[in-house]
């Protein structure tokens, strides 16, 4: 995404009620941090004062209003709604009501099925902690998922983590006594200097937590964001220190097994959980149901009707700013989607994330699997990777394994991530 053309607001929002319509979800992103962590790659601000957050706040809100003004309605009505970052817990208590007040005047969360945060450990601790975590419970928050990323001290502090393992414990106490009853972390593995014992370790430990489930990323070393992260700098100065392939596909074997043989089944790509309906519906709904986003913050992005478009990644927020001061949502990159990105999207997002349902994709595109992608399709079943029967196209259990690179199988070439990768012939 952070590679679209330029693109201003016109594109996505001329015109707009004549498009054909989609369910809508909700991005918001809160770029505020207690730390920057060596692996992050989007636009974050560390130990910002609170004349700063207020001030973003103010920004925010006025681009809340502009987007359902623009859209022509009184509120936008979604039916799930993502806030991460950043940390959306870094607000104060004061701050994180005057941004849930601001939120749900703008949206409608009448039939929102799923309203989930993105909280840090450190940020939810005490009677602060708590008043902050209650005070999202009374606007609606019913889902956190807590970045905890490791158990392991050792680990957290060359993550560039301010918690430690004991606040992890304490956070998870804080959400049981405000009453949130859907809790996940993230847990991150391949990080340099990790081991498979210390990996074998984390995945025991997490298993036995009072959570509803966990999602495991591989550590993303390249870019995929507006600001690259630290971590390239350590990959730069000793490449020799991160985990090889073959330990990285070890690593991600075990977190599978562990997480099978504790009732935790993977309800959709690297999101694990003992009920399906507990992951997040954020993912769910823009992954395999392939709603509309409307994304409001920094950097976030959105999905409106055939168009593609990224906020600006702007760290001092000037711009953001300016843009949203002449009475402009602040999108500055997009990507009008042509009929084969939305044959490919509706097909390779649905795969990835469940399953293909043949009817509904000749129904939604005119096309049919079998002369889009049938010639792929019989040669990745051949090696195993895919299956289908008469109603779906799926992945097998390893094409599950090696979802992305199954997956960058159908991509049109001119959208390959890295120029170093190629399609097999």
Same mark, same amino acid.
């Given at each position: ?248 596909? /070890?690593? +991600?074997?075990?977190? !599978?097994?562990?997480?099978? %043989?504790?009732? $935790? ?6 999101? =694990? &959980? ?105 040669? /990745?079943? +051949?090696?195993?990777? !895919?299956?289908?029967?008469? %109603?779906?196209? $799926? ?6 394994? =090696? &979802? ?22």
């Amino acid at each position: 995404m952070t590679m679209y053309p330029e693109m201003d607001e016109k594109s996505i929002l001329d015109d707009v009620q004549n498009r054909p319509v989609n369910p809508m979800i909700a991005y918001v992103h809160i770029p505020f941090c207690p730390s920057r962590c060596t692996f992050c790659h989007w636009i974050t601000k560390t130990k910002s004062r609170a004349d700063e957050v207020d001030d973003y706040l103010d920004h925010l809100e006025k681009e809340m209003v502009l987007y359902r003004t623009k859209l022509g309605v009184d509120k936008i009505p979604v039916d799930s709604v993502l806030v991460g970052g950043g940390t959306p817990s870094y607000l104060s208590a004061k701050q994180m009501e005057r941004f849930l007040s601001a939120f749900t005047n703008n949206f409608d969360l009448s039939n929102c099925t799923q309203f989930s945060l993105e909280p840090e450990p450190t940020t939810i601790l005490g009677d602060e902690g708590l008043e902050k975590l209650k005070i999202m419970k009374d606007y609606g928050v019913n889902r956190l998922s807590m970045g905890v990323q490791s158990f392991d001290d050792k680990v957290l502090a060359r993550m560039g983590r301010v918690h430690k393992h004991a606040d992890t414990l304490k956070a998870l106490e804080q959400i049981n006594k405000a009453g949130i009853e859907n809790t996940f972390i993230d847990l991150i593995y391949g990080y340099p200097d990790q081991s498979i014992e210390q990996w074998t370790k984390t995945m025991q430990e997490a298993v036995t937590l009072d959570i509803d489930g966990f999602q495991l990323y591989r550590l993303r070393i390249k870019p995929h964001g507006d600001r690259p992260g630290n971590i390239l700098k350590v990959y730069d100065k000793k490449a020799e220190s991160f985990p090889g392939v073959d330990k990285i596909y /070890l690593m +991600k074997m075990l977190g !599978l097994v562990i997480s099978r %043989e504790n009732g $935790f089944d993977e309800q959709q790509t690297r999101i =694990f &959980a003992r009920k399906a309906e507990s992951i997040s519906h954020y993912l769910r709904d823009s992954c395999c149901h392939l709603s509309d986003v409307v994304g409001v913050g920094v950097s976030s992005w959105s999905n409106l009707r055939g168009v593609f478009s990224l906020n600006v990644g702007d760290e001092s927020l000037e711009q953001y700013y300016q843009l949203i001061d002449e009475g402009k949502v602040s999108i500055n990159r997009g990507l009008v989607r042509t009929h084969d990105d939305e044959v490919r999207r509706r097909f390779i997002l649905p795969l990835k994330n469940s399953f293909v349902h043949k009817q509904t994709f000749n129904l939604v595109t005119g096309e049919t699997v079998q002369d889009y992608f049938g010639e792929k399709i019989q040669w /990745l079943k +051949k090696v195993g990777l !895919l299956d289908e029967d008469k %109603e779906k196209v $799926f992945m097998t259990a390893r094409g599950l394994f =090696f &979802a992305n690179e199954v997956a960058i199988q159908f991509f049109s070439e001119k959208y390959l991530p890295f120029p170093e990768l190629a399609c097999a012939s």
